[in-house]
C-alpha cells in the first residue's frame, strides 16, 4: 500500500466519545487526504492537507476535524462519534502539483458507532 | 449529486470475456482516473487519461474518454477471476485544488 499505514485497523466505540484516527505515510509526499465510504456513495472527500498545517474541508466535514503537524501524519478526529460516522476511513496520499495526479491509499479503518 | 457515475452499477462475466464499463461527469475535467478496489482493501490507481487525450492503454486495460459526452470507458480484456474488483472513475477538476472526485463505482465478478 504505497507506504501508507493507517491505526487502527478496526475501531468499535460507543455515540458521543472522540475517536482519532492516524494516518502515516513514509513517501514524503506533500498532499494527504482522508475518505469515507458508504455502501451507494462510493468515496466522499472528508478532509485534505496541501502541506504540513495546512488543511482544507471537503465534500462531508461537518462533524470531522483534521491535524498535520508533520509531513507523514495526518489525523482525523471525530470530536463526538456518531452512529453516521460508522464507515470505512482511508487515507490516500499523492506528490502531484497543481494538476491532480494518481493518488495511494491506505488500507482503510473500519469504524463502528455504536 | 456525485461527478462521476458509473454505469452499470454491477457486472458478471465468465473468465476470457471482456469486461466494459462506463462512467459520466458532469464539469469540465482536468483528467480522470480509474482505480480498482479488492474486497476490503485500499483502492489502486489503475490508469490516468488526460483530457487532450482519446484513449489510452495499459496492459489488457483500455480507456477512452470523451470530453464532448462527459464520458469515459473502461475496458477489461481477456478477463481474468483475479479481475474481480470494484471499478471506480474519478475526475480531477480545474481549480479543485488537486483533489478528486470519485463516482459510485462498477463492482465486477468474474466466473471462472
Known amino acids: 500500500d504505497a507506504g501508507i499505514t493507517q491505526s487502527p485497523r478496526h475501531k468499535v466505540t460507543e455515540t458521543g466519545t472522540p475517536v482519532t484516527l492516524r494516518c502515516h505515510q513514509t513517501?514524503?509526499?506533500?498532499?494527504m487526504y482522508w475518505y469515507r465510504q458508504d455502501p451507494g456513495h462510493g468515496l466522499r472527500l472528508i478532509h485534505y492537507?496541501?502541506?504540513?498545517?495546512?488543511?482544507d474541508k471537503g465534500e462531508v466535514s461537518d462533524g470531522y476535524s483534521v491535524s498535520r503537524s508533520k509531513t507523514e501524519d495526518f489525523l482525523l478526529t471525530l470530536e463526538s462519534a456518531t452512529s453516521s460516522q460508522t464507515s470505512v476511513y482511508f487515507c490516500?496520499?499523492?506528490?502531484?502539483?497543481?494538476?491532480?495526479?494518481?493518488?495511494?491509499f491506505g488500507p482503510g479503518t473500519r469504524l463502528t458507532v455504536l | 449529486s456525485q461527478q462521476g457515475e458509473e454505469d452499470p452499477q454491477a457486472l458478471s462475466i465468465q473468465e476470457g470475456e471482456n469486461a466494459t464499463m462506463n462512467c459520466s461527469y458532469k464539469?469540465?475535467?482536468?483528467?480522470l482516473q480509474w482505480y480498482r478496489q479488492n474486497s476490503g482493501r485500499g483502492l489502486v490507481h489503475l490508469i490516468l487519461i488526460r483530457s487532450n487525450e482519446r484513449e489510452k492503454h495499459s496492459g489488457r486495460l483500455r480507456v477512452t474518454l470523451d470530453t464532448s459526452k462527459k464520458s469515459s470507458s473502461l475496458l477489461i480484456t481477456a478477463s481474468r477471476a483475479a479481475d474481480t474488483a470494484s471499478y471506480f472513475c474519478a475526475t480531477d477538476v480545474p481549480a479543485a485544488g488537486n483533489k478528486l472526485t470519485f463516482g459510485g463505482g462498477t463492482r465486477v465478478l468474474v466466473k471462472p
Open positions: 513517501e514524503n509526499h506533500r498532499y
Open positions: 490516500a496520499i499523492s506528490e502531484s502539483g497543481r494538476e491532480g495526479g494518481e493518488q495511494f
Open positions: 492537507s496541501y502541506g504540513v498545517k495546512d488543511t
Open positions: 464539469t469540465s475535467i482536468n483528467n
